[in-house]
């Protein structure tokens, strides 16, 4: 599913330039559950970004499905984007503005899906998240635990391959957390691949395989 | 557009209700601007081009003076008249298309000047023009019922007279049919053969026409004529001004007089006072839309300007709409869209407050010799429309150039 083969990348910090993956070499397969964890600093977010085609890399080949992800322009990436991964992040990111089955059907809307159709599957989603009820809420009226699983269902409406979580559970109570990842790995099983970056480590304990980064190197993987 | 880009672009303007007036607003101002201007201008065109439009435009009036140059013998301030000697030689001469003289009738009465026009027992004092029949064309007279003088009037030296429809209805009362009836100008009997409108005002329908050999017999006029009027169809101003030369010439040579003399026969060379007229009229045009487009231009920056705040504001809203699949060109479309749907909303407002305010001026001021008819024209509207639509576009562009650059790790990053 995913192969990254020799991955640098750098921030060009002023006039200096911080090496902040260096030489990643990672192989997931399709339908494996992955977590990452580090030091703060050690460049986890920074690799979720590669992986999601938010962010270049400076050397190396990164290979999603099959297809090198390089120099794409920014059609192609929303493209993948859309139609190839879900986010998952710390803070949520849903747009305060819209309800709840708003957010949800956001992904279709890019996909021209039209709204009645749209709004018909973000209930299934809801649904399948628990949330049918607060379909029409808006975010400022929802606990963390119930925003992120709106969030979690906004991701998974566009039928990802790849599921990428940045710290899911970082903002949210151990009971909450433990919630959310019952419903990751609920996901997991339909076989969605999924790599969830993480600090806490029942939370990698949940999952198949634990990648430690270190100063932007992978230390272990077994 | 389909509803839903509607429904996303009125949610989002809903969201900043203050702003979204604000900016609104400041672009109904400059279109309303625009068209109260220009409906200003109109205005004055149309008040000034109806004083043009009783006569024909592309015409050469003459009148005789005195001479101020010695010629031939003759004292300086000798005065001069025109005769049918004039009439005839202008007739030959080429580039003179329709040509009359005209020569005016004076009263018997007390006050001198006064025409008294009788039928039986109503009588009232009227202006007395005897004319050519090419009158017709100078004057732009329109016939209502019967016809103009003709030659066969004039070579007849028929007692035939073509009256005005006030005349008419006071004569033989509103809508009477005066055909064939008898009239009496000055004491002489002359029979109606038409009636006539004008688009020159009251003034020019308070009149009688009779056959100019007739009136110069039958009121002692020998063969004068106090004025001649010909058209000279499409010559342009130099033109015009060369065949007032050559009448000129022909008269100098008729009368003794110096060509060169320009108060021995006065011209007035509508040609050329139109044309003036016209480019009066262009500058002020002009003028107008240089205003009018200014101040549009301070309302496409300005909605720019909060667009661009808007667009800052938004900056991890746009990040996630990237990250969830939103290509640029979306992003782009929507900062344009709402752009667009802004300054076309406000301006249209602002047209429509904007040919509310000239139809009350309109309706309060009564058409004048300056001002009338200050309406909107159909033309005005549609590029007020076009103006509307490359002014949101224009304001939307750069903002959305920067949504469009909005990075989403960077938008995604700061909490
Ligand atoms: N846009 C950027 N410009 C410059 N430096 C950056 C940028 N983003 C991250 N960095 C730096 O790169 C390094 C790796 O950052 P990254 O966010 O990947 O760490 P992380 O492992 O996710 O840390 P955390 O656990 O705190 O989230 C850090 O030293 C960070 O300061
Ligand atoms: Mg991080």
Do not use: C
């Not at chain 1, 975010?139 to 391959?161: H, T, W």
């Not at chain 1, 919630?179 to 790995?185: A, G, K, R, S, V």
């Not at chain 1, 969830?196 to 939370?203: A, C, F, G, I, Q």
């Not at chain 2, 009362?173 to 002489?188: F, L």
Request: avoid cysteine.
């Amino acid at each position: 599913m995913v192969r990254l083969d020799k991955i640098n990348k750098y921030y060009r910090v002023g006039a200096h330039s911080l090496h902040v993956l260096r030489d990643v070499d990672l192989e997931i397969e399709p339908g494996e559950m992955v977590s990452i964890m580090g030091a703060s600093g050690s460049g986890k977010s920074t690799l979720l970004n590669v992986l999601g085609i938010l962010d270049g890399y400076e050397r190396g080949e990164y290979w999603l499905d099959g297809t090198l992800m390089r120099d794409l322009n920014e059609r192609k990436a929303a493209h993948y984007r859309n139609k190839f991964l879900g986010f998952v992040f710390q803070s949520f990111n849903l747009l305060p503005f819209k309800t709840a089955a708003e957010n949800v059907a956001l992904p279709l809307y890019y996909q021209k899906v039209p709204r009645r159709k749209r709004n018909r599957i973000a209930m299934q989603y809801l649904e399948r998240v628990g949330l049918l009820d607060w379909a029409e809420h808006l975010p400022s009226e929802m606990s963390g635990g119930q925003k992120q699983r709106v969030a979690i269902a906004r991701a998974l409406i566009g039928k990802p391959r790849l599921i990428l979580a940045d710290e899911p559970t970082g903002a949210l109570d151990s009971e909450t957390s433990h919630q959310i990842m019952d419903l990751l790995t609920e996901i997991h099983q339909t076989g969605i691949t999924m790599i969830v970056v993480t600090h806490e480590h029942d939370v990698a304990a949940r999952t198949q395989r634990v990648i430690h980064l270190k100063d932007g190197r992978v230390e272990a993987d077994p | 557009m389909s509803l839903d880009r509607w429904l996303e672009i009125l949610s989002t303007l809903g969201r900043n209700r203050l702003r979204t007036f604000l900016t609104m607003l400041s672009v109904a101002w400059g279109i309303l601007m625009l068209v109260v201007l220009q409906g200003a201008g109109q205005g004055l065109s149309h008040g000034t081009q109806e004083q043009f439009k009783d006569d024909a435009v592309n015409s050469i009036w003459m009148f005789a003076g005195r001479t101020t140059i010695p010629y031939g013998g003759y004292p300086v301030g000798r005065r001069l008249t025109f005769d049918n000697g004039d009439y005839d030689a202008l007739r030959d001469a080429p580039g003179v298309e329709h040509l009359t003289g005209r020569y005016g009738i004076r009263g018997g009465g007390f006050f001198g000047g006064e025409v008294i026009v009788r039928r039986g027992d109503k009588s009232s004092s009227f202006d007395v023009r005897s004319v050519h029949p090419d009158h017709l064309y100078l004057e732009k007279t329109i016939m209502v019922a019967g016809r103009f003088l003709n030659q066969r009037d004039l070579d007849g030296h028929r007692k035939v007279a073509v009256i005005g429809m006030p005349v008419r209805d006071f004569l033989f009362g509103p809508g009477a049919d005066p055909m064939g009836q008898w009239i009496e100008v000055n004491g002489v009997a002359f029979q109606v053969v038409g009636v006539f409108t004008d688009e020159g005002g009251e003034g020019e329908l308070r009149k009688v026409y009779l056959p100019i050999t007739t009136a110069q017999r039958a009121f002692g006029g020998n063969d004068r004529i106090n004025m001649l009027m010909f058209t000279v169809g499409d010559a342009d101003v130099a033109e015009s001004q060369a065949l007032a030369d050559q009448a000129i010439a022909l008269m100098a040579e008729h009368h003794d007089f110096a060509p060169a003399d320009k108060q021995a026969v006065r011209v007035r060379n509508n040609v050329e006072a139109f044309d003036r007229f016209n480019k009066i009229f262009k500058i002020i045009e002009l003028f107008v839309w240089v205003i009018g487009l200014g101040t549009i231009v301070a309302g496409i920056v300005g909605v720019s300007n909060i667009m661009m705040i808007a667009v800052k504001e938004r900056t991890k809203e746009i990040g996630v709409r990237k990250a969830l699949g939103a290509t640029p060109s979306s992003i782009i479309t929507m900062i344009v869209e709402e752009a667009v749907f802004l300054t076309a909303i406000a301006g249209y407002v602002g047209l429509v407050a904007g040919v509310a305010i000239l139809q009350l001026v309109a309706a309060v001021l009564p058409a004048n010799d300056f001002f009338s008819d200050p309406t909107v024209d159909l033309g005005l509207a549609i590029k007020a429309t076009v103006i509307l639509i490359v002014a949101g576009a224009l304001a939307g562009y750069f903002p959305a150039r920067a949504a469009a650059r909005v990075n989403p790790i960077v938008a995604l990053r700061d909490q």
